[in-house]
């Protein structure tokens, strides 16, 4: 489990115990409402949790199908391949899984980062082992 994962457990779980806490201060219909929060509470994030990976495929899968057509229109002869981060496998929680990686077909050493914002696609980046960084075919001017 990754660290954040940790925090926001612990966040939740001090949050659903005052919440109890404060419910058995309280006496008669005020508990049972605290005790039925604190449930509501505790299925909410219990959702939100189990959600979360699947939101966010959902939002890369779009985010994929904006930036192939905008490849096209900027790189029509050429070829590539996107890559995306596996952000549900252990090693990658710490990588933004919104980063769209592309690699080139004739320049496969060299991956380019794309972010998605609305309707507006950026090169944000690019990795690489190259020492000369202006033999960058792809590379766009911000």
């Not at 939101?55 to 904006?66: F, N, R, S, T, Y």
């Not at 981060?85 to 004739?106: A, M, S, T």
Request: aromatic letters at 16%; charged letters at 25%.
């Amino acid at each position: 489990m990754h660290p954040t994962e940790v925090i926001e457990f612990l966040v939740v779980g001090v949050a659903i115990a005052v919440i109890i806490i404060i419910s058995f201060i309280l006496k008669g219909n005020r508990r049972k409402f605290g005790l039925v929060f604190a449930t509501v509470v505790l299925i909410a994030y219990s959702v939100f949790f189990i959600a979360r990976p699947y939101w966010i495929d959902a939002q890369i899968e779009k985010k994929v199908e904006m930036i192939e057509p905008y490849l096209e229109q900027q790189y029509p002869n050429d070829e590539w391949m996107i890559t995306m981060v596996p952000h549900r496998e252990d090693g990658y929680k710490h990588l933004n899984p919104y980063y769209i990686g592309v690699v080139f077909e004739d320049e496969p050493e060299v991956t380019y980062h794309y972010w998605v914002e609305k309707n507006n696609i950026y090169q944000v980046s690019f990795s690489t082992k190259k020492e000369n960084l202006s033999e960058l075919k792809y590379k766009e001017s911000e």
